[in-house]
DNA sequence: CCGTAATTAACAAAAC
DNA sequence: GTTTTGTTAATTACGG
């Protein structure tokens, strides 16, 4: 909106350079960092499909299977929460710790 | 990992058992395993995303900037690949050790 | 996907008219009807919330028990889709008509 | 569905039956219907601009057009809404009809 | 009004 | 090659 004679070094500090460049720096690689991790281990999963097929099993199934599965943990997270929502409204809250 | 004490229920093979029931949990676990690890750092890097908002920073221009440093490595690999190609076609493979 | 001996003015064609106004503003109002209406039920949605709410409900409890009633609608969903998935597997897809 | 014929089941009152069970339900049938109506008309509006797409549009500056004229709209509701404001206050709100 | 949470579309990747 | 499928980004809605 309005010009800001002074370029901040930190968030919310309008006393010196330009955007605190070394903590953002800071923070980009380590997302980085986990971003490879990330790329690594989805390289991974890409390669035990591969091994289930090279065995004989049919991915598209697999896939389903781990779908179901998935929904079926879902679910239970779902109601669990649902059992503290319970547990909350009757003031009994605290039997979870 | 294991030895399957019933070889007909082999992948493939819809006469005998149902399908390898061993063999499929073993992969399907191995790959919930990985997926629950991708999850656990993909929470990791919503944080350092959340860390950096907190602290002022505007998370749209890093993921800006992220992209860009990305495509820089990317970049640099490539060149990297092309001049260990240049280097093998001339015999000199071994510089780069 | 390669070169159109045939140049109208379609769209893709800027060569002749604008973008094939009519087409597009025949586009642009359809989506603003259906809009709309979405508009429409979603306000009508928000108040049942609210009517529920004034009755003594609590909406996030609710909302709670909307997930939960999706998940097993969806859950049923995918197990259908599995039994098909098993059937076509077993080529006996046609059992489904 | 039925008739709760214990009246005292009320909402906000935990101290007799669970939570008002039918009234609840009913609130949440009625929420479900709406939802769906609306998944429909969101699907309805994919495919329209799946349509558009096919045809040669480029979905993302129709979007671009529709927040345009959204914001066209609603500037003309707030117009007409002053005007009628102000012909009320001079006693003339009348000539709206 | 803001911050969070859920939905939806755009993009990218991988299967066949 | 194309056609899903999965991931990421952005819009939108809700509650505080």
Redo the contacts between chains.
């Keep these: 909106m309005t010009d800001d004679p002074n370029p901040r070094a ?3 500090d309008n006393s010196s350079q330009a ?2 460049p070394d ?2 720096r800071a ?2 690689e ?3 960092r ?2 490879e ?2 790329s690594a ?2 390289a ?2 890409s390669e ?2 591969a ?2 097929k090279a ?4 991915t ?3 896939r ?6 998935a ?2 943990h ?2 239970r997270q ?2 669990a ?2 059992l503290r ?2 547990a909350d ?2 003031g009994m809250g605290d039997i979870f710790g």
């Design positions: 930190v968030p919310g955007v605190a903590r953002l923070f980009l380590r997302i980085e986990v971003t991790e990330i281990l989805t991974d999963r035990i499909f091994e289930a065995t004989g099993f049919d598209k199934a697999m389903a299977l781990l779908k179901l599965r929904q079926d879902a679910q779902e109601e929460a649902m929502l319970y409204a009757l």
